[in-house]
């Protein structure tokens, strides 16, 4: 069985850092695309950022430049470093699992999701 399990969410001022884990579980995803989203009350879910092997990313233009998206396929974990936080930025994050190969900003190409971490971010 596939699980995700995401870490690292908190509360932190505006210009503030956090670091998100996830780790998968139940089978190996080093050639598929990992991926972050967020969700914010009353919002629909958005992409934030995706990684092609460990060197190939992909950023929504709100956090180019502050966020960095980065994996470890021998721990089967990827992570979320989020600098410059801004108020906006709070959100549930969760990590997913996209499709093989190819990068992608679409929620609904992803097949495995985790619970998501809280992230707040007070101005």
């Known amino acids: 069985q596939v699980q995700l399990v995401e870490s690292g969410g908190g509360l932190v001022q505006s210009g503030g850092s956090l670091r998100l884990s996830c780790v998968a579980s139940g089978r190996t995803f080093s050639s598929y695309v990992m991926g972050w989203f967020r969700q914010a009350p009353g919002k629909k879910r958005e992409f934030v950022a995706a990684?092609?092997?460990?060197?190939?990313?992909y950023y929504a233009d709100s956090v180019k430049g502050r966020f960095t998206i980065s994996r470890d396929n021998a721990k089967n974990a990827v992570y979320l470093q989020m600098n410059s936080l801004k108020p906006e930025d709070t959100a549930v994050y969760y990590c997913?699992?996209?499709?093989?190969?190819?990068?992608?900003?679409?929620?609904?190409?992803?097949?495995?999701w985790g619970q998501g971490t809280q992230v707040t971010v007070s101005s």
């Open positions: 990684i092609k092997w460990t060197t190939i990313t």
């Open positions: 997913a699992v996209g499709p093989p190969m190819r990068n992608s900003r679409y929620a609904d190409e992803y097949s495995y």
